[in-house]
């Protein structure tokens, strides 16, 4: 298509999608050729990266994807999206609150897992010890960035969280098929390691961990990790946002009314209950 004007058609460009009447083409395929061919993973790796992934790294993909689709009530994001509802949000208010609160804190430690990894990784391949990178890397990023290692550690899930072993156990399976490297996993399992022996007690691969060697292993940069676990999370956020729909509830706050906040001002009202 030619333009007169290209100042107009040039002001956004985008390899993503191709549009005329009747025609939709995603990254040159046309709409009618992958609806009824592709899985919805294989498409986000297709919108995100630009080519369609084989079956076994879509299935990877999608693992990754479903281990991290809801924490519970308590998890911040998703008591967003039940208390929006009860202020009269709909959905789609109701899952931008929750996608709002998936930032560096709730929500990020995924991205900055791949990111810590990926150093670890390229001291390793300049021929660097894994043991010894691995801790040179802890006390760099402990140094610079946070005292929290991201990918692990759970406040809830301990000694273990349940779906870190079994997302590691599906990268080394398919690293043994040739999928993936298997390194990434090997940097968490030795992360690990060395966590629990300076702690002295078990510091639990989390599910941004576990994530992360999933998506470093199938080529994902970290900040599209982060991407990959709002669009997972979201599963999560849609389905209490409906149900929150339909038990009803008017302003609902983050705890029962009856229940009072910490008061450490001047002038406290006396409470004789």
Not at 33 to 46: A, N, S, Y
Not at 50 to 77: I, K, Y
Not at 84 to 108: I, K, P, Q
Not at 175 to 185: I, N, P, Q, T, Y
Request: proline share 7%; with cysteine; net charge negative.
């Amino acid at each position: 298509m030619t333009h007169a004007n290209t100042d107009v058609s040039d002001w956004w460009s985008t390899s993503i999608i191709d549009m005329a009447p009747g025609q939709i083409r995603f990254r040159g395929h046309p709409i009618e050729d992958l609806i009824g061919t592709v899985t919805f993973p294989q498409m986000i790796w297709l919108m995100t990266r630009g080519d369609l992934p084989t079956p076994e790294q879509a299935r990877l993909l999608e693992c990754a994807l479903v281990a991290a689709v809801d924490h519970g009530p308590q998890a911040p994001s998703i008591a967003a999206a039940r208390m929006a509802v009860t202020c009269g949000l709909g959905l789609n208010g109701a899952m931008a609150s929750a996608v709002n609160f998936l930032d560096d804190v709730h929500g990020g430690a995924g991205e900055q897992a791949v990111e810590l990894y990926t150093w670890i990784d390229e001291a390793v391949q300049q021929g660097g010890d894994l043991h010894a990178a691995t801790n040179n890397m802890i006390d760099t990023w402990q140094a610079e960035r946070s005292k929290f290692v991201p990918g692990f550690g759970h406040r809830f899930h301990r000694p273990e969280d349940p779906r870190a072993p079994r997302l590691l156990a599906l990268v080394e399976e398919a690293a043994s098929d040739g999928l993936v490297s298997g390194r990434f996993a090997a940097i968490g399992r030795v992360l690990q390691i060395e966590l629990n022996a300076r702690k002295g007690k078990p510091v639990p691969m989390n599910i941004d961990g576990a994530t992360a060697v999933v998506y470093a292993e199938l080529g994902f940069a970290g900040p599209l990790a982060r991407g990959l676990f709002c669009l997972s999370r979201s599963v999560g956020v849609i389905s209490h946002a409906w149900e929150q729909m339909g038990q009803g509830g008017r302003n609902k706050g983050p705890t029962p009314p009856q229940y009072r906040w910490t008061y450490t001002g001047e002038n406290p009202i006396a409470d004789d209950n």
